[in-house]
T-cell receptor, first 112, second 114 residues
Framework: KAGVTQTPRYLIKTRGQQVTLSCSPISGHRSVSWYQQTPGQGLQFLFEYFSETQRNKGNFPGRFSGRQFSNSRSEMNVSTLELGDSALYLC???????????FGQGTRLTVV | DQQVKQNSPSLSVQEGRISILNCDYT??????FLWYKKYPAEGPTFLISISSIKDKNEDGRFTVFLNKSAKHLSLHIVPSQPGDSAVYFCAARSRGGSNYKLTFGKGTLLTVNP
């Protein structure tokens, strides 16, 4: 069974640009969550989607957005990039709320 | 306000001995707890979980203990192996509804010395 797949693995962008990250969940998983990991803050919850609907949102500015498609694949978008957005962005998928979340390998975003 | 706390940033143990990683939480609505292991530049790997209706869950060398009254959980690794060296994250999920949000601690770096 394939795991959670995130693309691209690495990305370098310039301040002010926008970026789109992609996540394909484990087959059969309908929930997809996104997290940001930085050295100082650890893993911070961004948002969660289930059946194309955003159900939970973390404390991030509106520049961070996402969506989920009918096949459960999800994308995350960050507009007007800032240096502080440099981080490892992780996607996780779950089957139900009572089961564990499985993470992808992440996308390392560097903003210069 | 940090709802999940891992107060030890690092821990060093000898191969073959027991590793004990601790985690405290403040939110009484948390009812499902997970431990993840993470290597640099990779995503977290799920290790073991425990529901609040239990006080212990075991999987091979890994055992998680939950003390609800103290709002404390711990991960025991016995025996520790050099390959266990990684950052370990404690995570918690709230009960009720369709809340899939995981709240993570900041992690403990475990080093197992040969």
């Amino acid at each position: 069974k394939a795991g959670v797949t995130q693309t691209p693995r690495y990305l370098i962008k310039t301040r002010g640009q926008q970026v789109t990250l992609s996540c394909s969940p484990i087959s059969g998983h309908r929930s997809v969550s996104w997290y940001q990991q930085t050295p100082g803050q650890g893993l911070q919850f961004l948002f969660e989607y289930f059946s194309e609907t955003q159900r939970n949102k973390g404390n991030f500015p509106g520049r961070f957005s996402g969506r989920q498609f009918s096949n459960s694949r999800s994308e995350m978008n960050v507009s007007t990039l800032e240096l502080g957005d440099s981080a490892l962005y992780l996607c996780a998928s779950s089957f139900t709320e009572n089961t564990e979340a499985f993470f992808g390998q992440g996308t390392r975003l560097t903003v210069v | 306000d940090q709802q999940v706390k891992q107060n030890s940033p690092s821990l060093s143990v000898q191969e073959g001995r027991i590793s004990i990683l601790n985690c405290d939480y403040t939110n009484s609505m948390f009812d499902y707890f997970l431990w993840y292991k993470k290597y640099p530049a990779e995503g977290p790997t799920f290790l073991i979980s425990i529901s609040s209706i239990k006080d212990k869950n075991e999987d091979g060398r890994f055992t998680v203990f939950l003390n609800k009254s103290a709002k404390h959980l711990s991960l025991h690794i016995v025996p520790s192996q050099p390959g266990d060296s990684a950052v370990y994250f404690c995570a918690a999920r709230s009960r009720g509804g369709s809340n899939y949000k995981l709240t993570f601690g900041k992690g403990t770096l475990l080093t197992v010395n040969p």
